[in-house]
């Protein structure tokens, strides 16, 4: 489902801010988006220092890529929507991103390496696109199929 502006900068989004990093860090992800955990408001967090470096973590309000880079690699992604699911996927290996902080002040900022991946990634839930939908159709087929048997399981 795409996720709708947040207009709101108040105590409500900073919550909801650091509600979404906990549950990523305890998750171990490096990124999440409100509308994954059924909040379908424009936020997305991420921090792609994986506890090897100091911690970098974002807030993401009201994202949007402003510039991507012609140049793609493809590279193994996985979700936290899709656990154990990884699937190679092409994106632009830099992009300029402009957000909100919670306080609703905008920022621009350039991204490469794995924060552009994860940045787009989590873009992308937002705007309603899953991983998936960038698979090729076989790769799709083969994870909807293992995440129905996944969820028959769970009855
Ligand atoms: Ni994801």
Redesign the pocket.
Known sequence: MKATPITDFGAKTKSLAQSLLDTMYDAQGI?L?AN?VGIVKKMAVMDCSRGETKPDPYILVNPEIVRSFDIENEEEEG???FPSHFAKISRPVAVDIRFQDTDGTWHEEHFNGIKSRCAQ?EID?LNGTL?IDHCSLIKRRIIVQKMTRLNSLKG
Request: aromatic residues 12%; contains cysteine.
């Open positions: 990124g988006a994954q979700c936290l929507s990634h839930h991983f």
